[in-house]
Each structure stands twice: as C-alpha cells, then as structure tokens.
C-alpha cells in the first residue's frame, strides 16, 4: 500500500532559525496536504498541493510539491514560538477511486525562545 | 458557526467493554473519517464514510465499527474493548473528497 515518509522525526531550533520538513511517497500522488497539530490540540489543516512543481506561500511558510508529484516539502523562514507543533503531510493516490489521505509520521518543532 | 464535535473529550473503561464514541458535525460535510493517534504511528484511518449508509474499512479497522445513519453523526463503536485500543480518536470531515479534511478536538481513551 502506499506509504508516506516524512523526515525529521523531530527538530529543535532557536528562535529565529529556519525549518524545513520532507515527505516522500512510495507512489505518485494526486495531491498533498500539510497539516499543523499544537501540543494536545488537533490536526489543522494548512494547505494543498495539487500540481507538479507548485509553490505556494502562506507568510513565513513555503510548500513545494516535487516535479514527479512523489514528494513535498514545508520550510519556515525564521522560525517563531507560535510555530512549535507538529507538522504532518497527508498525500493522496493518483488515479483510481481512492480518494484517502495517507498521513506521514509527522515531524515535531519545538523552538527555544 | 459549523463545527465538528466530538464526545466524551476523555474516557476510561475497562477491557472488554462496548464503547461508542461520538462525532457530529454541522458543515453539512458527506465525507467523515476516523483516525487513531498514537505515538511514533502517526494518524491512521480506522473508518470512513462517503456518505449516509455508506461506511468503509480503513487500515486500522479491527475491533471497531461505524454506522452513518443521517449527515451530521458517524459513532465510532469498540465493540469489546482492549488495552491495544488505548489512544487518541480523532474524527474529520470534508466537504468533497479531494479537499482537506477538518478536524474534531479528539476523545482521549484509555482502556484498563
């Protein structure tokens, strides 16, 4: 079935530090999602990914969806506290009628103020 | 304003109990979804429904059941209850099926 990858697990940066998060996907992908989870809060969603090369930008937040639709990436331009959760992709199958999201693991931010 | 709820935010019971966990949600979504979260898994797809009595096996769907009998509600049913069973439930729902999902607070469950 398909898998989604996604790395670091974890990373601590300080305040101010850029990050980034990666997700892969075992197979080609319709589309992505990005999701945020704050410490004992529930999954947020961000934003969608649904063409080859796409770039969107929300404020301090960049996505990008590969030119192969088989992996993404979320980078946070000077990272703040407001920022510390955990950020999850979710990518969808192409083609067919299955229309599930496959969450990745996750990769948990904490930032030293 | 529409929301999505979930009760009871907190529960334990003990093993081999049947136990049913609520979900209602008012944006008129035809797309509901549970997930358990639990550490170092992520979250993972128990059940789903696209619609009123349409229900569908996820990759986590042993020991569980839902029903879908109106838009608003997909219960989430144990039907005996383990310690395997003790986690973070999480239902979502969506307006179609390739928009992004919104999300309920969870039900914290703990089997004892």
């Known amino acids: 079935g398909q898998q989604v990858m996604q790395i670091p697990q974890y990373q601590h940066v300080q305040e101010g530090e850029d990050f980034t998060t990666y997700c892969n996907s075992s197979?080609?992908?319709?589309?992505i999602q990005w999701y945020k989870q704050r410490p004992g809060g529930h999954p947020v969603f961000l934003i969608q990914l649904v063409k080859s090369g796409e770039v969107k930008k929300q404020k301090r937040l960049t996505f990008q969806f590969g030119e192969a639709k088989k992996n993404s990436s979320l980078h946070i331009t000077a990272t703040q506290t407001t920022d510390v959760g955990t950020y999850f992709c979710?990518?969808?199958?192409?083609?067919?009628?299955?229309?599930?999201?496959?969450f990745g693991k996750g990769t948990l931010l904490t930032v030293n103020p | 304003d529409a929301e999505i709820t979930q009760s009871p935010r907190h529960k334990i019971t003990e093993t081999g109990r049947q136990v049913t966990l609520a979900c209602h949600q008012t944006?008129?979504?035809?797309?509901m979804f549970w997930y358990r979260q639990d550490l170092g898994h992520g979250l993972r797809l128990i059940h789903y429904s696209y619609g009123v009595q349409d229900t569908n096996k996820g990759e986590v769907s042993d020991g569980y059941s839902v029903s879908r009998s109106n838009t608003e509600d997909l219960p989430l049913t144990l039907e005996s209850a383990a310690s395997s069973q003790t986690s973070v439930y999480f239902c979502?729902?969506?307006?179609?099926?390739?928009?992004?999902?919104?999300f309920g607070s969870g039900t914290r469950l703990t089997v004892v």
């Open positions: 944006w008129n979504h035809n797309n």
């Open positions: 197979t080609t992908l319709s589309n």
């Open positions: 979502a729902s969506s307006a179609d099926r390739f928009g992004g999902y919104t």
């Open positions: 979710a990518g969808r199958n192409s083609g067919g009628s299955n229309y599930k999201l496959t």
